[in-house]
């Protein structure tokens, strides 16, 4: 009865911590493909190479459901999946959902014409795949008018949370928030738009202000998850245990998973 979570690097660590804190009951199997991370400086082709590869291989591991907890992923590769690769049997979803569910208070599955939310300016900060993919402002366009959506790059922070350089991570958070204010001045909320970010949500409040509200995914995702678990419950896998699956070298990336969630994480080769 295992899901999925699949991430780029150790940033969906953010969201397995909620849906395992939400979600005690269901094993998960965490795939981290960090021989390849980080994701968003790659080009589409090569990430939906990559996610297709990574999903396969939770699906082995008798996951029918995986999460993509990577917004490059979700952005770069997931439309295309759903249409032409992912069988009817399984499913693979997104983390945008919940994150333009919580902005425009509305769910997924209210299929009504876009109307005009409470937020109006919105400063979205993500990986430069994702900021190019436009991903999130044509999901939010089709349920909501009126929100100017400010995009802001953050090349560099995914790479210094990898690295464990949190000095380096903070000053390059307040670098973004500083270049996003002056294209936007006065955003009313701001999307964390990559699982890393979490890590750093402290500092993107400090800098941003406290009169601007700041959506993180981990526990929209959680919230999100249990949802859906709730009302499609065959979606659930056959796996059985929970396990962490890395590309990478696991020694290396258990310690800075055990380092990142601050507690003992053991990975294995996938």
Known sequence: MAVGIFDSGLGGLTVLDAVTKRLPEVPFVYFGDNAHTP????????????????????????????????NTASAAALRRMQESWIPSDKRVLGVFVPLIEALTERKWGDNSPPREVAVKHVALFATPATVASRAFQRELAFRAIGVDVEAQACGGVVDAIEEGDMILADALVRSHV?????????PEAAILGC??????????????????????????????LADYL???????????????????????VSAGATRFLRRKIAFEQA
């Open 39 to 70: 994701y968003g400086v790659r080009d589409a082709d090569d990430i939906y190479n990559l996610t297709t590869k990574a999903v396969s291989r939770l699906w082995d591991e008798g996951c029918d459901l995986v999460i993509l907890a990577c």
């Open 178 to 186: 500083d270049a996003l204010k002056r294209k936007m001045p006065n």
């Open 195 to 224: 699982t890393h970010y979490p890590i750093m949500e402290d500092v993107f409040q400090e800098a941003l202000g406290p009169e601007v509200t700041v959506y993180s995914q981990a526990s929209l995702v959680a919230a999100s």
């Open 230 to 252: 709730e009302r499609h419950p065959k979606m659930i896998g056959s796996g059985t245990e929970s396990k962490f699956l890395t590309t990478g070298k696991p020694e290396k």
